[in-house]
C-alpha cells in the first residue's frame, strides 16, 4: 500500500515569509498528526486530526502556525511569519484509529518536509 | 510533553556486537513503541510493547519492558551497518482535550561501523 506522501521535500525560504506544506495519509486512515521535529530532538506533536475535526493542538503556535484538513483526508500546514527557530523537519504521519492509551496503534510517517529559514 | 527519555544519546559499536539502549518515561503507560529514523527519512515503528508484557521479539530486535521501574530496553543482535539510526522510544501522554498523543524521546544514535 501507498504510504504517507509529502510534499515539498525541502524547502528554503527567509525569515518573515510563508510557505505550506502538503500531506496525503494512508487511505483509510481517519488520524493524521503534524509532528515538527527539530534537529538532535524527538519529534513534538503540533496538530491532530480525526477525520477534518482537531483533536489536539495544544503545542501548536497558533500566532504563526495553522493546519487543515479539509474532506477529512489530504491536510496543509502553513507557516506565516516564519521565524528561524522554525527551521526542523515538518513530518505527517497517519493511523487507523484514533491513538489512545489502550488502542496503541501504529502511527506511519511520512519522509518529512525538511524547512530551512534563513 | 516529553514522557519518555532514551539512553545513551549516542552508540558506537562494530558490526556484528550487539546493541542494548534504554528508555525511562515518567507516568504510568499502557503501552509503549520504539520507532527507527534513518539519517533524513521519516520514522519507521519496529515494535509495540503492552504493559501485562514483559519480554517482546520481533527478528534481531528484543524488546524489555519493567513497569516497576518505569524503563524499557531495545536490543539489537548481531548488528549491521544498515541498522545506523536514530532509535526513539514512544510513550503516551495526556495532550489537549486530555487526549492522549504519542510523545517521543530525543533518541539513541546508533552507528554501526562495517
Known amino acids: 500500500e501507498a504510504g504517507v506522501a509529502q510534499s515539498p521535500r525541502y524547502k528554503i525560504i527567509e525569515k518573515r515569509q510563508s510557505v505550506a506544506f502538503w500531506c496525503n495519509p494512508i487511505s483509510g486512515h481517519a488520524t493524521l498528526y503534524w509532528y515538527q521535529q527539530i534537529l538532535g530532538q524527538g519529534p513534538k506533536l503540533l496538530i491532530q486530526f480525526q477525520n477534518n475535526g482537531v483533536v489536539d493542538d495544544s503545542q501548536l503556535p497558533k500566532d504563526r502556525f495553522s493546519a487543515e484538513r479539509l474532506k477529512g483526508v489530504d491536510s496543509t500546514l502553513k507557516i506565516q511569519p516564519a521565524k528561524l527557530e522554525d527551521s526542523a523537519v515538518y513530518l505527517c504521519a497517519s493511523s487507523f484509529f484514533l491513538w489512545g492509551q489502550g488502542s496503541g496503534n501504529t502511527i506511519y510517517f511520512g519522509e518529512g518536509s525538511w524547512l530551512t529559514v534563513v | 510533553s516529553q514522557q519518555g527519555e532514551e539512553d545513551p544519546q549516542a552508540l558506537s559499536i562494530q558490526e556484528g556486537e550487539n546493541a542494548t539502549m534504554n528508555c525511562s518515561y515518567k507516568t504510568s503507560i499502557n503501552n509503549l513503541q520504539w520507532y527507527r529514523q534513518n539519517s533524513g527519512r521519516g520514522l519507521v515503528h519496529l515494535i509495540l510493547?503492552?504493559?501485562?508484557?514483559r519480554e517482546k521479539h520481533s527478528g534481531r530486535l528484543r524488546v524489555t519492558l519493567d513497569t516497576s521501574k518505569k524503563s524499557s530496553s531495545l536490543l539489537i543482535t548481531a548488528s549491521r551497518a544498515a541498522d545506523t539510526a536514530s532509535y526513539f522510544c514512544?510513550?503516551?501522554?495526556?495532550?489537549?482535550?486530555?487526549?492522549?498523543?504519542?510523545?517521543f524521546g530525543k533518541g539513541t544514535l546508533l552507528t554501526v561501523n562495517p
Open positions: 510493547i503492552r504493559s501485562n508484557e
Open positions: 514512544a510513550t503516551p501522554a495526556i495532550g489537549g482535550g486530555s487526549n492522549y498523543k504519542l510523545t
